[in-house]
Each structure stands twice: as C-alpha cells, then as structure tokens.
C-alpha cells in the first residue's frame, strides 16, 4: 500500500517562505510522477507543481512559476515543495499526489493520479 504524509504547512505572512514535504513509502518512489496540488474552500483542486520520477521534467503553471519550486529526494522517497514570496491567494491545503503512468501531457491533471496525501494546510496572511 502507497502511503504519502505531507507537513510542514503553517500560518505564514505575505512575503514569506514555507517548505512543503512528502514522505513517500510502500511504492517505488522513483518510477512514480510526484505533483503538489491545492484546494482552496469553495474552489476546485489544482496543480502547483510536478515532476517526472527522474526529476528533469517539472511543471508551473503561470500562477507559481518563479516562485515555488519542486524537488525530490529518490534516495528518501521525499517530495519537497519551495514556496517563495508567498500570497494571501496561496492559501489552500495542499495535497501530494503519484501515479506511475502520468505522462508529461497529464501529469497537471488531478484525476491521473492514484495515490494521495491527507494535505497539509497553508494560511498567508496579509
């Protein structure tokens, strides 16, 4: 059974910055495609960030890109998430997520992916 854990979501102000982590286990993390989404109340789901089990394709959309990056430890099955310049609109929880047949074209797409964190929430305050 794939069980993923995230922490490190907190109360922070605008400007700050805040490191999202994963833990991954009971699957072989590196073949996994790993992403972060975020769900705000009364919004929908959406992606953040995503990354190929190696590590060289990665994904922003235009709301994070230069501000938030996504990494991963394959040694320690762990998912990070960077987030820089933080925005009162970047409050959500935030949820990891990973699938083993994600392709570059899906992996921003919530309904690829199997398996799912309990999320972490974030609240920046202004």
């Known amino acids: 059974q794939v069980q993923l854990v995230e922490s490190g979501g907190r109360l922070v102000q605008a400007g700050d910055s805040l490191r999202l982590s994963c833990a991954v286990s009971?699957?072989?993390?590196?073949?996994?495609?790993m992403a972060w989404f975020r769900q705000a109340p009364g919004k929908e789901r959406e992606i953040v960030a995503a990354?190929?089990?190696?590590?060289?394709?990665?994904y922003y959309p235009g709301s994070v890109r230069g501000r938030f990056d996504i990494s991963r430890d394959n040694v320690n099955n762990i998912l990070y998430l960077q987030m820089n310049s933080l925005k009162p609109e970047d409050t959500a929880v935030y949820f990891c997520?990973?699938?083993?047949?994600?392709?570059?074209?899906?992996?921003?797409?919530?309904?690829?992916?199997?398996?799912w964190g309990q999320g972490t929430q974030v609240t920046v305050s202004s």
């Open positions: 990354t190929s089990g190696s590590g060289n394709t990665r």
């Open positions: 009971g699957g072989d993390f590196i073949t996994y495609t």
């Open positions: 997520a990973a699938d083993g047949s994600v392709t570059r074209a899906t992996m921003a797409m919530p309904q690829e992916y199997t398996y």
